[in-house]
């Protein structure tokens, strides 16, 4: 499975765009990119997911290189209620049967007043 | 749409005890997971089931051991309880060929060995 990259934290204020990057030099031809939501003792939530170019939802967009090496999470004028860690996630979706997420350490986003 | 549920919300145990996690599957959802999360990290594969089989595991040893039951919940059982086991368990459904790679976490059980 294709490792990620992603910085440890990062902080911003109400209103301001954010653009989180993660790193998977070794990305396979079958992985898709998937982007998780946690906040401070509940499970991660699905935010997002993309194989290529562009992906948008009403919570957030992703873009993806053509290389696909890398992706970036952009959450639209945030609020402090963003204030989360978030795992960028890299797998296939056809693998042998079943879905196992593997997690790196994620990026822990402050949102400041 | 009920949401996944999983029991108890904390637990405290000794080292060398046994503990049973409970999780209730998210409506429709045939398949789940367990995870284990230390503080500060991402969370782990420990396993997952489908149609009352394990199809999957992460590296755990094998006093970590599950079940599914028909109406598809799931038990995690951990046996022979040390320290490191202290962590966040978390439950995960999901629908077997389902289009995304998305999977409905529950708020998890906090585990403490003393």
């Known amino acids: 499975l294709a490792k990620t990259t992603q910085p440890i934290s990062m902080d911003s204020y109400e209103g301001q765009e954010v653009n989180i990057t993660c790193s998977h030099n070794n990305i396979a031809t079958n992985d898709y990119i998937t982007w998780y939501q946690q906040f401070p003792s509940q499970g991660p939530r699905f935010i997002i997911q993309?194989?290529?170019t562009k992906v948008t939802n009403e919570v957030a967009s992703l873009f993806i290189p053509a290389d696909r090496k890398s992706s970036t999470l952009s959450l639209p004028r945030v609020s402090l209620s963003d204030t989360a860690v978030y795992y960028c996630l890299v797998g296939d979706m056809f693998s042998g049967g079943y879905n196992k997420l593997i997690f790196g350490a994620g990026t822990r986003l402050a949102v400041h007043p | 749409e009920t949401g996944v549920t999983q029991s108890p919300t904390h637990l405290i145990k000794t080292r060398g005890q046994q503990v049973t996690l409970r999780c209730s599957s998210q409506s429709g959802h045939n398949t789940v997971s367990w995870y284990q999360q230390a503080l500060g990290q991402g969370p782990q594969f420990i396993f997952q089931y489908y149609r009352e089989e394990e199809n999957g595991r992460g590296n755990f040893p094998p006093r970590f051991s599950g079940l599914q039951f028909p109406n598809y919940s799931s038990e995690l059982n951990v046996n022979a309880l040390e320290l490191d086991d202290s962590a966040l368990y978390l439950c995960?459904?999901?629908?077997?060929?389902?289009?995304?790679?998305?999977?409905?976490f529950g708020p998890g059980t906090r585990l403490t060995v003393t």
């Open positions: 995960a459904s999901s629908l077997a060929g389902g289009e995304f790679y998305e999977q409905y």
């Open positions: 993309g194989y290529k």
